[in-house]
């Protein structure tokens, strides 16, 4: 079991640790990257505390699913490779079917990790971890040494730059984390531990679902300033490695952080564009594109169906229409939108199907993935849950079989709440 430690909704905790989770060992490719082969919920670890160290069947579902949404997404994620039931009884709130989800990871070092060395003053320790994640993660980085005058300023660059465009992805398809502690951000840039997570329907950047953020810390629209305060925290652990003047090492690891978000705006700006089917690049796009999502706001328009029907108002605007009940505005904005479209050289159907592939027309629904696990948990029916982990493995295309997927919920069927699997 792995130790680390963490900043939870701001406050460190010197040792967290894996509670229930166990790190088989590494598993290397044809390519020789290495992956972590990880079995959560496999019972007690010394770091467990009071907690029972077992997974109940419900939460390792959702992030077997969830991982494999991400993951065709062309989002960077762990995934898992199975969930098997114990044939034990977990308690939470109530009895639950027990289960271990069998996990892959580039890595499990986590930003928490250096946390963990660093609280304890043990420099050695920060220094050979660095050392061991610039050779896991980042070594064509480092592959000419006569580049780098400073490893560890150097790898936080990196970090950062992933954490900029993970964030970018998540935040360009309506995901929410959730829990974005610092014992659940990844050195390695991949999306990891899947609790309380879920899609946005209705656009909205203070949407939160975790059941334990009473106060939307990491609702969906601070995520990406809550990346950066985490990539500060892994700056801390490693200002004694940056300069021996501790002023220097500061002012050279806040100039990384600080070029975050310039760094994070380009992604997004970047994957926006796409969406709405822009190729070139004019001053004015930030603006198109942000009027756009106020006047989803205000609608409260679904998220991923207003990118999708965008993509089709070429041939039929009546599906978008029907997400907006100003047409005036939608109509001034529409025009804008081609006006803008008039002065990028892509043909009219080359743009069509490029929108479509960055589009999806299914996401994870909080209340159809709700459905499936409770079908799983409560009855032993996986029917739901495969039908639509078929779906969600195909998010791009059409599928008219299973086109009741594509809906967002009804009143009656909002999930308003997620909840952590301990």
Known sequence: AMAYAGHQFAHFVPQLGDGRAILLGELQAADGQLYDLQLKGAGRTPFSRAGDGRAA??????????SEAMFALGIPTTRALAVVTTGQQVLREEPQPGAVLTRIAASHLRVGTFEFFAARGDTQ?????????????????????????????????????????????????GFIHGVMNTDNMAISGETIDYGPCAFMDQYDPGTVFSSIDQRGRYAYGNQPAIAQWNLARLAETLLPLIDVDQSTAVASATAVIEAFSANFDAQL??????????????DDDPRLIGDLLALMREARADFTLTFRYLAGAARDEAPLRALFADQALLDAWLGRWR?????????????????????????????QVEAALNAASQRDDLAPLRTLLTVLQRPFDEQPAHAVLMQPPLESQRVLATFCGT
């Not at 480092?142 to 300023?153: C, E, I, P």
């Not at 790898?155 to 970018?168: G, K, M, S, T």
């Open 57 to 66: 069947l419900g939460p390792m579902l959702r992030e077997y699913l969830i």
């Open 339 to 367: 006006s803008r479209l008039e002065a990028d050289p892509q043909p009219t159907e080359q743009r069509r199907l490029q929108m479509l592939q960055v589009n999806p027309a299914f996401i994870a629904r909080n209340h």
């Open 125 to 173: 320790a920060v220094r050979a971890l660095l050392d061991y994640a610039i050779q896991r993660h980042y070594p064509h980085r480092f592959a000419n040494s006569g580049d780098v005058t400073n490893r560890a300023l150097a790898f936080l660059e990196c970090v950062a730059h992933r954490q900029a465009a993970l964030i970018a992805q998540w935040m360009s398809v």
């Open 269 to 282: 700006l970047a994957l926006m564009r796409r969406k709405v089917g822009l190729s070139n690049l004019q």
